[in-house]
């Protein structure tokens, strides 16, 4: 069993029947499906990804929309990079703003990761990536230039002309800021820019981490 593998099964430790369960996205997670689906638990899931969604139905899985639930029991998701105060930056994906209504509703938001993700506090290696509505992305540009900002760049589609498009029909600005230490700060200030939807820092939803290493897996909470 591999790493991903080890800290999937622990996961699942956390699942119970009857439970609406909440997946992110990523290949962690996708082993806690087949680990689920394996235990014979009847769980709800509800999951902003649409690789899980895929996943998830072709094991069989019970899988509902996030508008169909009131709440959720527990969530688990991955990131880039995770700190020891559970502040968080998830840049990959760009479904950011679906990951955090999941994080919202749950109970328990549990990141899955492996140790070389943590670290003692963030780095910012890693872009913060805000949805931007269209039509005010100049208006977030200028408001941006008052941050020490490396560069910023809006994303582009790999796969056709054009930028991309968020299933909330918005862009994704990628924003390389430089190292700083009041992460929750930022977080609150970025998401009050005008034409900001949401952005990628996750500095008060996560409550716990299960990490993994060649030494075990642990939790940090």
Request: proline fraction near 2%; glycine fraction near 8%; charged fraction near 25%.
């Amino acid at each position: 069993m591999d790493l991903k593998q080890k800290i999937a099964k622990r996961a699942l430790d956390e699942i119970q029947e009857g439970m609406v369960v909440g997946l992110g996205g990523g290949s962690t997670i996708k082993q806690l499906v087949h680990f689920l689906k394996d235990s014979g638990c009847s769980v709800k899931v509800v999951t902003p990804s649409w690789e899980t969604k895929q996943h998830c139905k072709g094991v069989g899985l019970d899988v509902v929309s996030i508008e169909d639930v009131s709440s959720i029991d527990i969530a688990f998701d991955g990131c880039d990079q995770v700190d020891e105060n559970l502040c968080a930056l998830k840049s990959g994906g760009g479904i950011h703003t679906a990951e955090k209504i999941v994080a919202r509703l749950a109970d328990e938001y549990v990141l899955l990761v492996d140790e070389s993700k943590l670290v003692p506090t963030l780095t910012y290696e890693h872009s913060i990536v805000l949805e931007v509505l269209p039509q005010a992305m100049e208006v977030v540009l200028r408001q941006l230039e008052r941050y020490p900002i490396n560069y910023s760049e809006i994303r582009e589609s790999e796969k056709k002309d054009g930028v991309v498009v968020t299933e909330f029909g918005n862009h994704l600005l990628d924003v390389y800021i430089k190292p700083r230490t009041d992460h929750a700060i930022l977080e609150n200030e970025l998401k009050a820019l005008t034409g900001v939807v949401e952005v990628s820092l996750f500095t008060s939803v996560i409550t716990k981490a299960i990490v993994g290493s060649e030494r075990g897996i642990w939790e940090l909470t």
